[in-house]
């Protein structure tokens, strides 16, 4: 059994498309220089994220829409080589814009995700995604989701039941809009942030990567916070609220069967006792 180094990027990205190549460019090269053969770029880091989430945001153009099969997405698999690379990008369908999130090698485009969940007024600039599934890549079976997607449950649960053995969720995430703390490290959006993190890996006993924005744009301040989770619910490695790049290295395989060999929570479930009314939950 071999190990995998794996990384996940804590970086501001903005709407200068030519700037976040260059900035992608070299985060990737330093991942290379490292051995890391897994690589998770921030949601939206090609074109930048929404520069708000309250009613402003229609006044906002948004991201360029780029398509999956475009010039873009070659470039960036082109960039990833031998590497596994996940972007977040602002994906073109026709007349649809998805906020989406990418995996390439330098052999092309091996998944595609769609955001599903949509909060506050996202949905005035994206349409919304339908599906959550794992897919093969070079490193193992990896499932993808994009930032308030991993506040569900039932995203993750998906994915691990579709056979991922790694969750790769890139966000956009920012700190509070009410009652901002003085200090990031102590909002408590980066508190949740963290938590659904953890909890998405040890519910499910898959190895978690989180990437996240940093630094400000428009009304957002990110928290940062990217971070590698194992199996058990434990940080192995995080970037905290700054910039930078959460490294870990794990034999995948080992850990997954380790977290499930007495407690296997996929294995142990009862589908048939969680008889959840289909009714809409009013808040």
């Not at 991201?63 to 596994?84: Q, V």
Request: charged letters at 25%; a negative charge.
């Amino acid at each position: 059994m071999t190990t995998l180094r794996m990384a996940a990027v804590a970086a501001e990205f903005g709407r200068d498309l030519e700037e976040d190549f260059q900035i992608a460019e070299r985060l990737i090269k330093e991942a290379r220089e490292e051995g890391v053969r897994l690589l998770a770029l921030p949601e939206a880091c090609l074109g930048g994220y929404l520069l708000s989430l309250d009613d402003r945001a229609e006044l906002d153009e948004g991201p360029p829409a780029l398509a999956l099969d475009g010039p873009e997405i070659h470039r960036l698999a082109s960039l990833a080589g031998e590497m596994t690379v996940v972007a977040g990008y602002c994906e073109a369908a026709g007349e649809a814009r998805y906020n989406s999130v990418v995996c390439v090698t330098g052999d092309g485009v091996l998944g595609n995700h769609r955001k599903v969940h949509q909060p506050l007024s996202e949905d005035a600039s994206y349409s919304s995604g339908d599906r959550f599934h794992a897919f093969d890549t070079p490193v193992g079976r990896i499932g993808m989701m994009i930032c308030y997607d991993k506040a569900f449950p039932e995203s993750a649960r998906a994915l691990a039941l579709d056979g991922a053995e790694i969750g790769v969720c890139v966000s956009a995430w920012p700190g509070s809009r009410t009652n901002a703390a003085a200090r990031l490290e102590e909002d408590r959006w980066k508190r949740r942030f963290d938590l659904f993190d953890r909890a998405r890996a040890l519910e499910n006993q898959i190895v978690w990567l989180s990437a996240n924005q940093a630094g400000t744009f428009g009304s957002l301040r990110f928290v940062g916070s990217a971070k590698v989770v194992d199996p058990g619910g434990e940080i192995l490695a995080d970037t905290g609220v700054a910039a930078g790049v959460a490294v870990a290295e794990l034999n995948v395989a080992q850990a997954l069967e380790t977290a499930r060999r007495s407690m296997g929570h996929l294995r142990d479930r009862r589908p048939e006792t969680y008889d959840v009314p289909t009714g809409a939950v009013s808040a």
